[in-house]
């Protein structure tokens, strides 16, 4: 095997759980749904009929962008974590460390990378987003696959490094 064939061998994958991603999805559209009629059906100040229509309207944008970015994987190879379109979200070079304790700055049932250079701004609403030196990664998906990412990714960088933790 050469090593172009193996930084393109997909150690692990994280998807959308079907459950959660219309449940999360529903709410959105549920929230933005009852607002419009809210906005239209009573008659509130007219400046709180424009906040509860443009609200609505927030809501039913997201839950779009929600359902659309769930579509998609994430995946990990030896060169780094990208999407299954070839966005590439962390090189493993860039990679500082991996936080995924408790009280940690990260999306539910995931993970947050901590990057030695900063990247630019991203969101893939319920799948992943990057701010400056961190991306978290997780949301809507398993808590299974994430933890089993986040392992992979440890070990990278133990390889990479020579030492052990």
């Known amino acids: 095997m050469t090593s172009e064939a193996g930084a ?3 150690l692990a994958t994280i998807r959308a759980s079907g459950p959660r991603r219309v449940f999360g999805i529903g709410t959105l559209a549920l929230l933005g749904g009852l607002l419009i009629y809210l906005a239209l059906a009573t008659s509130p100040a007219p400046l709180w009929q424009v906040f509860l229509f443009v609200i609505g309207a927030g809501a039913l944008w997201l839950a779009e962008r929600t359902r659309r970015a769930t579509e998609s994987t994430v995946q990990l190879t ?3 974590i990208a999407t299954d379109a070839g966005e590439e979200i962390a090189a493993i070079e860039n990679i500082a460390a991996i936080k995924r304790g408790m009280f940690d700055l ?10 030695h250079k900063p990247r630019a701004r991203r969101w893939q609403p319920g799948l992943w987003w990057a701010v400056g030196r961190r991306v978290g990664i997780g949301g809507v998906t398993p808590g299974s696959e994430a933890k089993a ?11 990479k490094s020579g030492s052990e933790f």
Do not use: D
């Open 149 to 159: 990412m986040a392992q992979f990714i440890e070990a990278l960088l133990v390889e």
């Open 78 to 80: 030896r060169a780094g």
């Open 106 to 115: 990260k999306p539910s049932n995931g993970f947050t990378v901590v990057l």
């Open 8 to 10: 393109q061998e997909v």
